[in-house]
């Protein structure tokens, strides 16, 4: 009953005209999004950004929160969690992360999904993806797999569970990590109980408890030993571009500590280096610390200052998620 009150406080604080002009505004943003990443262009997308960071300041006035609006929007993803708590976090990973990763990228001979680099078909990608999805736990016949430009898991309950990845033909990993990020939280979904749909019961503890579940997918079991272990037959036989490798050589390379653009393609040590980022702009926009047009420059400055690499393009740096588009700060 207190979420349910929760729920229905936090719907009702909202007028119906503030929430039809966000659907809006987060449709045409979307598409300008595609259109934007597609083409490197971040101007494309500038002025959607601006309006979607208006409305979510207008809505955590109306929410209410303790110290910043970044607090109202937070309550959304991990009810309790101020973003002074994230802050004191982070401020301890983060130089912790920054050592453990710099040690990596000077270890003499550190292992590199380069090495696997070769000829992997879409068509032999799908294939053994389909193939792999029943035999996690995730009913195919309540769900199913297609393609976009950014991997994604949504549905409308255990019985219409829908999720997406995206292909590198030279590249496996990026598919195989994309699916089983994406069938954590499609597992968790079908879990749900069904009889429950539309009540507290029925839906998602929060949604840092089902980013939980996708990553020990991603990375507590599919970078483990026993997985490229036990797959190993499926994946030679599915990918000849493996002959001459083993099991060892792959779970190697998923696990290599390397620097990287995407987010989603990162590795454990890294992965927290971009959400790290990610959030300090996030804060900084909100409270108009940060404008949107300085955000590219931003993103490239830390970035750098993180990761050491330094940004090539837009699409590669603050177009390269969907979220913000999709008014998810």
């Given at each position: ?325 999709l008014g998810g700060f």
């Open positions: 009953m207190a979420r349910w009150r929760y729920d229905y406080h936090r719907a009702t604080r909202i007028p119906a005209e503030l929430v039809e002009e966000s659907e809006l505004a987060i449709g045409l943003s979307r598409t300008a999004w595609v259109e934007a990443r597609k083409n490197s262009h971040f101007p494309t997308f500038a002025p959607h950004l601006e309006k979607l960071l208006t409305l979510s300041r207008q809505m955590a006035d109306l929410w209410g929160y303790a110290d910043q609006p970044y607090d109202a929007l937070l309550e959304g993803y991990e009810p309790g969690w101020l973003t002074k708590d994230v802050t004191t976090l982070f401020a301890k990973l983060r130089p912790r992360l920054v050592t453990i990763a710099e040690k990596a990228f000077s270890l003499p001979q550190p292992p590199s999904r380069k090495n696997l680099r070769g000829h992997y078909p879409r068509a032999d990608q799908e294939k053994f993806l389909q193939s792999l999805l029943p035999k996690i736990g995730f009913d195919t016949s309540a769900g199913r797999l297609d393609s976009s430009t950014h991997p994604f898991c949504s549905g409308l309950g255990p019985c219409d569970t829908r999720m997406t990845t995206r292909y590198d033909e030279s590249d496996f990993m990026v598919s195989l990590y994309g699916v089983l990020h994406e069938a954590g939280h499609g597992l968790y979904d079908q879990g749900l109980p069904e009889s429950q749909l539309g009540t507290p019961l029925g839906q998602a503890a929060s949604l840092g408890i089902h980013e939980s579940q996708s990553r020990l997918w991603e990375n507590r079991v599919g970078r483990s030993r026993s997985f490229w272990k036990s797959w190993w037959p499926d994946l030679i036989q599915a990918f000849p571009d493996l002959t001459g490798h083993n099991h060892n050589h792959c779970w190697r390379a998923s696990n290599a500590v390397e620097r990287s653009f995407i987010r989603v393609e990162a590795d454990e040590v890294t992965y927290d280096l971009h959400i790290l980022l990610r959030f300090e702009l996030e804060t900084q926009l909100l409270k108009g610390e940060l404008s949107v047009h300085d955000l590219p420059a931003a993103w490239n400055e830390l970035f750098e200052k993180l990761l050491g690499l330094k940004v090539p393009d837009d699409a590669r740096g603050c177009l390269q998620d969907i979220h913000w588009s």
